[in-house]
């Protein structure tokens, strides 16, 4: 057998864990504290600027040890070496899969075909630190020569949600004088709506897009380029200083007539979701400087260097791996919470949302096996106060089990201590409420908590650029302990392809010969064309 294909189900520790899950119906996460005082301690780790305790799960030391077996016995360290050491384990697209390089140094000697690609990594942050220093320092110049105020980057998936969380969340780092824009979603009222609150004289647009073949990111830069035409006369808006393209194919950014100059490259090694810390990043380097983009560039070096040289007993990345696997295919729960206790992590969940279910949403094997247990959990959540007044209820009193993942910024110099003090009072109190319960005699039905409601807390010491690019790494190396131990490709997303494809002839000027739609997709298609002649 391959030696990155074990089908986990095959594995002891899975017997033991399939076991260990029909006699845990009586585990009491409470029990466990009361029978263990130093449980706090035990489980928890410490990394850098990150704290997590996990000692709210539903597992005790037999459990752990099983689950911990079950990493020892999969292809976990075999795919963490294959990864870092840049096999193709993108088997499906036959690539590598070098995000880690990105954030590497030369001594760390990341190779790809035997080839170092530390120079290839180097080169484009030398290019991204000459282009955002020109922008911030007010020396990129529009076409009527005036310096530039407002950014809008142009992008969808992973080419738009990492770099409009990163700037979100290191708001307080942002160039006190720029504004940046994002724009994703074809729906024009984005994009109309962005270019109503700008001036096309200072304005400065990043195309995004490994490919640059994506549609929904070439309409929205046809509507920019019809604008700057229309307001400044630009015919070719796309070869002047006002466009940069971001693109792993700069042969089609060419053709599109974007001044090769003004392209920067990253390299098909680099997969979308994955794609902040490359190129992709400039929006972010724009933002808080390439300084602070360095930063959270070695703030996720020091992850990666955690996660593959820590033993797994104290490895966050496979702690959280694990105990979500527990959840999920022993103990039956299909979602799982983020809620992060700060609003500038208010994108958090959508885009660890993207990072997991786009990676493990997978039903065949590696090796094309349908499989017999399900993979990634439904992710979703939203920033804490104002979940609490929105979901909580089902997750204290549902009948749901909702693994959950709280973030809380331990020191946060731009909130009072008033407003602090509140909010990581009411995530604990969360945390502790789920836990515990209230069960006491005489209690209404309607008032009973069952508890045994499992929680991860991960506290992070401040929300710098360091910390933050340690955190997303810490949740990349969870998402891929998981995708190796459930063995399938974490790294391709083919179930994206077919819609793709049908929307592709449904908004050609007639469906393509050959596209059968089925009587519903016709009936809606037929009702929309009478009402408004859209497809005419």
């Not at 401040?462 to 998981?482: C, D, R, W």
């Not at 002839?505 to 007639?510: N, P």
Request: net charge negative; hydrophobic share 40%.
């Amino acid at each position: 057998m391959n030696q990155l294909d074990i089908p986990p189900t095959s594995l002891p520790a899975w017997t033991e864990l399939e076991n260990l899950a029909d006699s845990s119906s009586d585990c009491s996460i409470s029990r466990f504290f009361n029978k263990d005082p130093d449980r706090a301690s035990r489980f928890s780790i410490q990394h850098d600027g990150l704290f997590l305790d996990y000692s709210k799960n539903r597992v005790d030391d037999l459990i752990m040890h099983s689950l911990l077996s079950l990493a020892e016995q999969s292809s976990l360290q075999s795919r963490i070496v294959a990864m870092f050491s840049g096999q193709p384990i993108n088997t499906t697209e036959n690539k590598a899969v070098l995000h880690t390089a990105l954030r590497g140094r030369p001594e760390d000697d990341f190779r790809q075909s035997g080839m170092a690609v530390h120079g290839l990594v180097a080169e484009a942050l030398a290019k991204m630190a000459e282009i955002s220093e020109q922008v911030r320092e007010g020396k990129w110049l529009g076409s009527t020569g005036k310096m530039i105020t407002d950014v809008i980057n142009i992008g969808i998936g992973g080419s738009d949600l990492g770099p409009r969380m990163v700037c979100e969340a290191l708001g307080q780092y942002a160039h006190p004088q720029l504004v940046l824009h994002f724009v994703s979603d074809v729906d024009a009222t984005e994009i109309l709506g962005t270019l109503k609150k700008v001036d096309p004289e200072t304005t400065l647009v990043i195309v995004s897009s490994k490919g640059f073949t994506t549609q929904e990111t070439l309409l929205n830069t046809r509507t920019t380029l019809g604008w700057f035409e229309e307001k400044l006369g630009l015919p070719q808006a796309q070869a002047t200083s006002h466009f940069i393209a971001v693109t792993a194919h700069r042969a089609n950014a060419e053709a599109f007539g974007i001044h090769p100059s003004r392209i920067l490259e990253f390299q098909d090694w680099v997969g979308g979701r994955y794609s902040l810390w490359s190129s992709i990043g400039l929006a972010i380097a724009i933002c808080i400087g390439q300084r602070n983009f360095e930063a959270m560039l070695d703030g996720a070096r020091k992850m990666d260097q955690h996660f593959q040289t820590m033993p797994y007993e104290k490895n966050m990345p496979v702690i959280l791996g694990l105990l979500g696997i527990w959840y999920n295919n022993f103990l039956h729960a299909e979602t799982t919470a983020i809620i992060p206790y700060c609003e500038r992590l208010n994108l958090l969940p959508a885009y660890l949302q993207q990072l997991d279910m786009e990676s493990n949403g997978k039903s065949v094997s590696i090796s094309g096996e349908s499989l017999g247990y399900p993979t990634a959990p439904i992710v979703w959540g939203q920033t804490g106060t104002n979940g609490q007044h929105a979901f909580f209820q089902l997750l204290h009193q549902g009948s749901h089990l909702v693994p959950t993942d709280f973030i809380a910024i331990v020191k946060d110099p731009l909130s009072p201590t008033e407003h602090h003090r509140f909010l990581l009072g009411s995530m604990l109190a969360q945390g502790a409420a789920l836990m515990a319960g209230q069960t006491e005699e005489n209690t209404p039905p309607y008032k009973i908590y069952p508890g045994n409601k499992p929680s991860n807390t991960l506290l992070i010491d401040e929300l710098t650029p360091h910390n933050l690019g340690s955190m997303i790494a810490l949740y990349e190396h969870k998402v891929f302990v998981q995708g190796s131990i459930w063995n399938i490709n974490s790294f391709d997303q083919w179930g994206v392809e077919l819609g793709k494809h049908i929307a592709s002839s449904l908004i050609s000027e007639k469906p393509k010969k050959g596209c059968q739609l089925d009587p519903s997709t016709k009936q809606l298609y037929d009702l929309i064309n009478q009402k408004n002649g859209l497809f005419e």
